[in-house]
């Protein structure tokens, strides 16, 4: 997909034999407890995780790996002018 700044690595065909899962575990938000005063479960992607392998429908080597967006990335949904703006 092409961007101002060329083309986008986060926008690819999963890897041959993964599925189209993508995983981190920073996903799982936790700061000294807190996130267990906030409404929506922070930890609720590693739970559908774990339990997709406990039910052995998926393991590590199908989940492909997310990568963080670079700005050239972002630049495919976000004018520069709103990203300088969050900086």
Excluded at 31 to 43: N, V, W
Aim: with cysteine; proline share 6%; aromatic share 10%.
């Amino acid at each position: 997909m092409a961007c101002e700044g060329g083309l986008t690595e986060l926008y690819k065909d999963p890897p041959l034999g993964c599925w189209p899962i993508v995983y981190s575990p920073d996903y799982n938000i936790t700061f000294m407890g807190l996130e267990k005063l906030h409404p929506f479960d922070a930890g609720k992607w590693g739970k559908v995780i774990n339990f997709l392998k406990e039910e052995k429908l998926i393991a590590d080597d199908l989940i492909v790996q997310a990568q963080e967006a670079t700005d050239e990335d972002l630049l495919v949904v976000h004018t520069r002018r709103y990203l300088n703006k969050l900086k």
